[in-house]
Nanobody, 122 residues
Framework: QVQLVESGGGLVQAGGSRRLSCAAS????????MGWFRQAPGKEREFVAA????????YYADSVKGRFTISRDNAKNTVYLQMNSLKPEDTAVYYC???????????????WGQGTQVTVSS
């Protein structure tokens, strides 16, 4: 089993950058594909990015492609989301997720973090 805790959210100006972290508990972290989702008030939770267990392959939503970068450090049991060129529409609660495969983590993750708020001001 995996427990996930996000951190790094906060207030940032449009055009700025922010790095989110997701710390995983347990000793099987490297067996899971990892991902990030986000949810703005009144909207459905949407997929943002995912990364394979090895970190060799990544997948991004079109809305963040070229601006966000997902990475992982299995030795630290941590996955990151580097967010650059932030826009007000990026404002949301960002959730870390884990799944047994890329298909699982991008659609119906097995585990979720509690979320961290990112607010982008104009």
């Amino acid at each position: 089993q995996v427990q996930l805790v996000e951190s790094g959210g906060g207030l940032v100006q449009a055009g700025g950058s922010r790095r989110l972290s997701c710390a995983a508990s347990g000793r099987t972290f490297s067996n899971y594909a990892m991902g990030w989702f986000r949810q703005a008030p009144g909207k459905e939770r949407e997929f943002v990015a995912a990364i394979t267990w090895s970190g060799r392959n990544t997948y991004y939503a079109d809305s963040v492609k070229g601006r966000f970068t997902i990475s992982r450090d299995n030795a630290k049991n941590t996955v990151y989301l580097q967010m650059n060129s932030l826009k007000p529409e990026d404002t949301a609660v960002y959730y870390c997720a884990a799944g047994g495969t890329m298909m699982v983590v991008t659609t119906t993750p097995d585990y979720w973090g509690q979320g961290t708020q990112v607010t982008v001001s104009s």
